[in-house]
């Protein structure tokens, strides 16, 4: 059965290759791996041309949201994907999301048709979003091959592990190949720890002993400071004021 909403914090870590093996080991233990294995995570985010929403959210405000696509792997233009209407209050995520087809989100949020089911109350909050911020447009295009963990203990936490984090701002279907620019380093990975609760003792434990620290990480942040780095730099150029 899919989950519709969430309620949790999110830790993230950055990780290297030796870190990860050490954590996945130490895993065995205390976590089962999800039963799909390692799975391809295609995203596309929606924001306004003038990229309001991530603007607002690398401001850190106590509140932010946020609305993207998503599909587990390439998706046809029938294909089932899920619309997840994101938000964090003080620490806290909270998600909404429905599973929709890939054509029918894309209809809706150009503008063209209503939502499926506009009667229930999570389409009720993505259509109110949607008008709000109107104009909304596919900004970001984002994939990455995720392993994912549950705990055996505490079902309440989750550990996700993405590597060949990719980006573009092109071809922002879920229906396109998942590939584009590196966002993290070689042989690194983002670490997210989901729990409802606190970490817990073990847990804590192994993560001071690999010496991993806490980070605040976006990937949809992180690329979008790259992207108007590059084009700043392009600016620069064509004013002749700086030649790298």
Same mark, same amino acid.
């Given at each position: #059965?899919?989950?519709?909403?969430?309620?949790?914090?999110?830790? &993230?870590?950055?990780?290297?290759? %030796?870190? *990860?093996?050490?954590?996945?080991?130490?895993?065995?233990?205390?976590?089962?791996?999800? !039963?799909?294995?390692?799975?391809?995570? +295609?995203?596309?985010?929606?924001?306004?041309?003038?990229?309001?929403?991530? *603007?607002?959210?690398?401001? &850190?405000?106590?509140?932010?949201?946020?609305?993207?696509?998503?599909?587990?792997?390439?998706?046809?233009?029938?294909?089932?994907?899920?619309? !997840?209407? &994101?938000?964090?209050? %003080?620490?806290?995520?909270?998600?909404?999301?429905?599973?929709?087809?890939?054509?029918? =989100?894309?209809?809706?949020?150009?503008?063209? =048709?209503?939502?499926?089911?506009?009667?229930?109350?999570?389409? %009720?909050?993505?259509?109110?979003?949607?008008?709000?911020?109107?104009?909304?447009?596919? =900004? #970001?295009?984002? +994939?990455?091959?995720?392993?994912?963990?549950? +705990? %055996?203990?505490?079902?309440?936490?989750?550990?996700?592990?993405?590597?060949?984090?990719?980006?573009?701002?092109?071809?922002?279907?879920?229906?396109?190949?998942?590939?584009?620019?590196?966002?993290?380093?070689?042989?690194?990975? /983002?670490?997210?720890?989901?729990?409802?609760?606190?970490?817990?003792?073990? /847990?804590?434990?192994?993560?001071?002993?690999?010496?991993?620290?806490?980070?605040?990480?976006? &990937?949809?942040?992180?690329?979008? *400071?790259?992207?108007?780095?590059?084009?700043?730099?392009?600016?620069?150029?064509?004013?002749?004021?700086?030649? =790298?």
């Amino acid at each position: #059965m899919d989950i519709t909403v969430f309620k949790r914090r999110e830790i &993230k870590f950055l990780i290297n290759a %030796k870190q *990860r093996e050490a954590l996945e080991k130490a895993f065995e233990e205390h976590m089962i791996p999800d !039963e799909h294995g390692e799975s391809t995570i +295609c995203n596309v985010y929606y924001d306004t041309p003038d990229f309001r929403l991530i *603007r607002t959210s690398l401001n &850190k405000p106590v509140y932010k949201e946020k609305l993207r696509i998503r599909s587990y792997g390439r998706t046809t233009e029938d294909g089932k994907i899920f619309m !997840e209407l &994101k938000k964090k209050y %003080k620490g806290v995520v909270y998600k909404r999301r429905i599973s929709i087809r890939q054509n029918e =989100a894309v209809d809706f949020l150009a503008g063209k =048709a209503p939502l499926p089911n506009s009667d229930g109350q999570i389409e %009720k909050e993505i259509a109110y979003f949607v008008k709000y911020y109107g104009g909304l447009v596919p =900004a #970001m295009y984002l +994939c990455y091959d995720r392993t994912a963990y549950f +705990c %055996k203990e505490d079902p309440g936490l989750r550990i996700t592990l993405d590597k060949n984090i990719l980006w573009r701002t092109d071809r922002t279907r879920l229906t396109s190949h998942p590939n584009g620019r590196d966002l993290l380093e070689p042989g690194q990975s /983002l670490m997210e720890i989901k729990v409802g609760a606190s970490m817990p003792l073990w /847990l804590a434990e192994l993560l001071s002993k690999l010496e991993i620290r806490q980070v605040s990480f976006s &990937k949809y942040g992180t690329a979008y *400071r790259t992207l108007i780095a590059e084009r700043n730099t392009i600016k620069i150029n064509e004013r002749g004021v700086y030649c =790298a």
